[in-house]
């Protein structure tokens, strides 16, 4: 077993994916999408480095990741492996590139007609380092929802090293929804991403993290002319844990629109972080860009790193950013309680009604009852 560092990839100094990784180097405590994450600590562990290989999977009910491999697909699926893979050169994130390199295939899904897919990731080793990419390609005029789930019950000091490339291409839609719930003992996770949304597509992302498992989570989001970006996210982090969301979204044509709203709820001493800049260039005439968090510290030890961010260069635009961070609002507790309301009741019915909010734009159905259920999990037992 050995720690993660460049031996773990064979040089190619002709490969610009290697080109990349190598004048951005091995993030640290100083990488400033890092500096509030720790990263070098999980680095620094000793893994067994576990490679993806092509497998032959079964016919099921959903996408199935176990360890990296494809073990199941559902009907009217396919999947291909591809290596080389045509990777964005231009990502700001040094892990997205090293998990590339690290990953001999790229497991690419083609999405053809409307349609919902369940993605579930299953990591059971422990003390792995488990590097592994996926894309998704969404075809014109074409609407898909995936739901994106983690399992990873006996993965103690493991790590996932882990990404999406998507392609959401002209007139299409994709919303995607994560739902991540994992506890201190469990493997922790770097996701590096990358959605280029074309010609009047539209990105619906919405990600909620829970628990007191060490997570975060990086996006660059490209628009293209008349793209579409709605991004919702929902942190309740506990014990000692530090997780969150960097997110990158580039305004690159005229007429994109993006809207950000950040919602994280902190217990013990968790350090939840919100990363978020929105980037509108010289050519990105007419953008609509907003952007919000708000953060609720249930304990005097929990700390929240948030940042918004807007850069502008043009002068033909809407935009506005902010951030709140603070406690639960008194006088909406003592309302409660002079209701006749036990005070931890009150908090929790405080707590819930703060982050349903954001559970309550997935809809009505299964996903947002299972979403629910993670939440409440995580918020009275742990």
């Not at 369940?118 to 592994?132: A, D, G, K, S």
């Not at 060490?214 to 293209?224: N, S, T």
């Not at 994109?256 to 939840?272: N, V």
């Amino acid at each position: 077993m050995a720690p993660v560092t460049l031996d773990l990839i064979t040089p190619e100094p002709h490969n610009p994916l290697f080109q990349r990784f190598e004048a951005l180097g091995l993030p640290g405590n100083k990488t400033e999408q890092y500096r509030h994450f720790a990263i070098k600590p999980l680095l620094g562990r000793s893994y067994t480095l576990r490679r993806v290989a092509e497998h032959a999977p079964e016919t099921g009910a959903r996408l199935v990741l176990e360890n990296g491999a494809v073990t199941e697909i559902p009907q009217g699926c396919s999947v291909t492996y591809v290596s080389p893979f045509a990777a964005d050169t231009g990502h700001y994130d040094a892990l997205y590139f090293l998990s590339h390199l690290m990953a001999p295939v790229v497991i690419c899904l083609e999405i053809t007609a409307d349609t919902f897919l369940e993605i579930r990731h299953i990591v059971n080793e422990t003390q792995t380092l488990l590097p592994y990419r996926l894309c998704i390609s969404v075809l014109p005029g074409i609407r898909a929802e995936v739901f994106e789930t983690f399992e990873t019950d006996g993965s103690d000091e493991s790590l996932l090293l882990y990404g999406i490339d998507a392609e959401v291409q002209a007139h299409a839609t994709l919303r995607w929804i994560r739902d991540e719930y994992g506890t201190a003992s469990e493997a922790a996770l770097v996701g590096t991403h990358r959605f280029d949304v074309g010609f009047n597509g539209a990105l619906e992302l919405k990600t909620f993290d829970f628990g007191s498992v060490q997570a975060l989570h990086l996006y660059k989001i490209d628009l293209d002319e008349y793209g579409w970006c709605d991004a919702n996210h929902l942190l309740m982090a506990s014990g000692e844990s530090r997780r969150g969301n960097v997110v990158r979204i580039n305004h690159n044509k005229p007429y994109a629109k993006c809207a950000q709203d950040a919602r994280t709820i902190l217990k013990d001493r968790a350090t939840g972080i919100f990363d978020g800049l929105v980037n509108v260039g010289e050519a990105a005439h007419y953008a609509s860009a907003h952007q919000n968090s708000k953060a609720v510290l249930l304990d005097a030890n929990a700390y929240m790193y948030a940042k918004p961010q807007l850069e502008i260069y043009t002068d033909e635009l809407e935009a506005s950013h902010g951030a709140t961070i603070g406690q639960l609002d008194e006088s909406a507790l003592f309302y409660l309680r002079s209701r006749g309301i036990a005070e931890d009741e009150a908090r929790k019915m405080l707590v819930l009604a703060f982050a349903d909010v954001l559970i309550d734009g997935v809809g009505e159905g299964e996903l947002a009852e299972r979403i629910h259920a993670d939440f409440e999990t995580a918020y009275f037992d742990e």
